[in-house]
Each structure stands twice: as structure tokens, then as C-alpha cells.
Nanobody, 125 residues
Framework: QVQLVESGGGLVQAGGSLRLSCAAS????????IGWFRQAPGKEREFVAA????????YYVDSVKGRFTMSRDNAKNTVYLQMNSLKPEDTAVYYC??????????????????WGQGTQVTVSS
């Protein structure tokens, strides 16, 4: 098992930046691919980005491409989501999640086995 804790959320003006962190403990971190998801009030949880075990591959939803960058530091058991050019529609609770995919990266929430508690990101216009 792996435990995940997100941090770095907050309130920012449109056009600003935030960096979210997802710290892992309890298991060998490098065996897991990590995904970021978000959920806005009244909406379903949405895939944002994912990164492979080594960090060599990433996958983003179209709405964040060119603005968000996901990275990981396996020595620190931490994954990051750098969010630039934030928009009010990026407002949501952001969750990181872990799985051990057989192949590729997953964008479906049901494919992920472990979840953090979430961190709120609010972008004001």
C-alpha cells in the first residue's frame, strides 16, 4: 500500500501559478504511476495528468496542455504539478492517485487504487 498527501493548493488570481505536491509513503514509490484528478462543485471527478513510474512519460488532458507540467522525484517520493496561466475554470479540489499499470498511463479514476485527501485550488477572476 501507499499513502498519498497533497499540498500546495490555495487562492490565486487568474493568470497566476501554483505548484501542487503529492508526497507518498508506505511502499516503494517508484513502482507506481501517479495521476492528478480534480473535482469542481457539482461536477464529476476529472482526469488532469499522469506520469509514468520513471517520470519519462506524461499525459495531459487537452484543457491543461501547455499550462500544467507534471514531474516526479523518486528519491523524495514526491510528484509535482506545476500549474501556470491558471483560469477560473481550474478551480477544484485536486487529488493525486497511484496505480501500477501493466502498460501505459490511465486516465480513468477507477483504474487508480490509492488516493490522497485532496487540496483546494481556487482561481479568482
Amino acid at each position: 500500500q501507499v499513502q498519498l498527501v497533497e499540498s500546495g493548493g490555495g487562492l490565486v488570481q487568474a493568470g497566476g501559478s501554483l505548484r501542487l505536491s503529492c508526497a507518498a509513503s508506505g511502499s516503494t514509490f517508484s513502482i507506481y504511476a501517479i495521476g492528478w484528478f480534480r473535482q469542481a462543485p457539482g461536477k464529476e471527478r476529472e482526469f488532469v495528468a499522469a506520469i509514468s513510474r520513471s517520470g519519462g512519460s506524461t499525459y495531459y488532458v487537452d484543457s491543461v496542455k501547455g499550462r500544467f507540467t507534471m514531474s516526479r522525484d523518486n528519491a523524495k517520493n514526491t510528484v509535482y504539478l506545476q500549474m501556470n496561466s491558471l483560469k477560473p475554470e481550474d478551480t477544484a479540489v485536486y487529488y493525486c492517485a497511484a496505480n501500477a499499470p501493466v502498460f501505459g498511463l490511465d486516465s480513468l479514476a477507477k483504474k487508480y487504487d490509492y488516493w490522497g485527501q485532496g487540496t483546494q485550488v481556487t482561481v479568482s477572476s
